[in-house]
């Protein structure tokens, strides 16, 4: 099983090598607050695959490990701190990132916004924004609009783009390095406990 150290040494190599499948349930103590908590990594024997990298890989299938995250309230062995910030329907959540943890997760996105600001000294605030129209469709719009107070964001055309599925997902992991946080995108597709990890990506400007 990796250590978060490892996520947090080497984003890109991470998330390209472990799905990460958030599994911080909405009926769970303190979902919709945002703040620091404890999770802990497991393994649920779910599959994933990935296209090669490189030359000489690039048409082959690569196996990918799931690893869930799951809040546990600091009971298991092993577990360790990240930043939440949650998700509700038609409301944004704002939490502000310092250095009381190495990481940050939201619910997995699949038609919310993000957002991030850099304001100096290691503090950065990051949004995660949920708004529907009056026909229960997502308003980016709206959430551009709402989001407007962030210098970089990611939206749903950015990463709901691949033709032919409305089952990508995507898992938004931010990572802190001394007074510099990043965050990155896995996006996937979920068919039924089989996963497609299509792509990971910095979010930027």
Same mark, same amino acid.
């Given at each position: 099983? =990796?250590?978060?150290?490892?996520?947090?040494?080497? =984003?890109?190599?991470?998330?390209?090598?472990?799905?990460?499948?958030? @599994?911080?349930?909405?009926?769970? =103590?303190?979902?919709?607050?945002?703040?620091?908590?404890?999770?802990?990594?497991?393994?649920?024997?779910?599959?994933?695959?990935?296209?090669?990298?490189?030359?000489?890989?690039?048409?082959?299938?690569?196996?990918?490990?799931?690893?869930?995250?799951?809040?546990?309230q600091g009971n298991r062995p092993g577990s360790w701190n990240a930043y939440w910030l949650p998700y509700d329907q038609d409301f944004k959540h704002l939490v502000v990132l310092e250095d009381e943890a190495d990481v940050m997760f939201t619910p997995t996105?699949?038609?919310?916004?993000?957002?991030?600001?850099?304001?100096?000294?290691?503090?950065?605030?990051?949004?995660?924004?949920?708004?529907?129209?009056? @026909?229960?469709?997502?308003?980016?719009?709206?959430?551009?609009?709402?989001?407007?107070?962030?210098?970089?964001?990611?939206?749903?055309? @950015?990463?709901?783009?691949? =033709?032919?599925?409305?089952?990508?997902?995507?898992?938004?992991?931010?990572?802190?390095?001394?007074?510099?946080?990043?965050?990155?995108?896995?996006?996937?597709?979920?068919?039924?406990?089989?996963?497609?990890?299509?792509?990971?990506?910095?979010?930027?400007?």
């Open positions: 099983m =990796p250590n978060i150290a490892d996520l947090v040494a080497n =984003p890109e190599s991470f998330l390209k090598n472990n799905l990460i499948w958030i @599994q911080y349930q909405s009926y769970q =103590p303190n979902y919709r607050v945002g703040g620091v908590k404890s999770f802990s990594l497991s393994d649920d024997g779910m599959t994933c695959t990935r296209k090669g990298t490189g030359i000489v890989s690039q048409f082959s299938t690569k196996n990918v490990d799931v690893w869930s995250v799951r809040y546990d996105m699949d038609g919310c916004s993000f957002g991030f600001s850099d304001h100096g000294g290691g503090t950065y605030s990051a949004s995660h924004g949920n708004l529907q129209t009056a @026909q229960g469709r997502i308003d980016e719009a709206g959430l551009r609009q709402g989001m407007r107070m962030h210098g970089t964001t990611l939206h749903k055309s @950015q990463y709901m783009n691949v =033709p032919g599925t409305d089952a990508v997902k995507v898992t938004l992991v931010g990572v802190r390095n001394g007074k510099k946080w990043r965050f990155f995108y896995q996006q996937y597709i979920d068919q039924m406990g089989a996963f497609t990890l299509l792509k990971v990506a910095q979010v930027k400007r």
